[in-house]
């Protein structure tokens, strides 16, 4: 499986997709009381459990925007939820130099 493929069947898996805007809908009520570092932690497990020929590593979690990075074959990855409009999207960026 070559590098994009990889990339895109994390970002299509409905269970990353799921869990990523359960997380993401928990943070904005409970973000100010709990750890964002547990956040990036169950995003990563879910991305593992349900992706793992994918072979990703955790890198890290951000807040703002709500996204959790990680590596596949050297790359890091940046999935991210963005609100546009009255819609809440999930994106992924390729970070080059991380």
């Known amino acids: ?4 493929e990889k990339a895109k069947s994390v970002i299509t898996n409905k269970n990353v997709q799921n869990a990523f805007f359960n ?8 973000g100010r009381y709990e750890d964002i570092n547990d956040y990036g932690k169950a995003l990563f ?4 459990k349900n992706c793992p020929n994918v072979g990703a590593t955790y890198v890290g979690v951000t807040k703002k ?3 959790v990075k990680y590596k596949i074959d050297g790359m890091t990855f940046y999935i991210f939820a963005k609100v546009e409009g009255e819609y809440l999207t999930l994106n992924c960026r ?3 130099g991380e």
Do not use: N, Q, T
């Open 65 to 67: 925007p709500f996204g």
């Open 23 to 30: 997380l993401y809908d928990r943070w904005e009520d409970e």
């Open 45 to 48: 497990g879910v991305i593992s």
């Open 1 to 4: 499986m070559k590098l994009i």
């Open 94 to 96: 390729a970070l080059e």
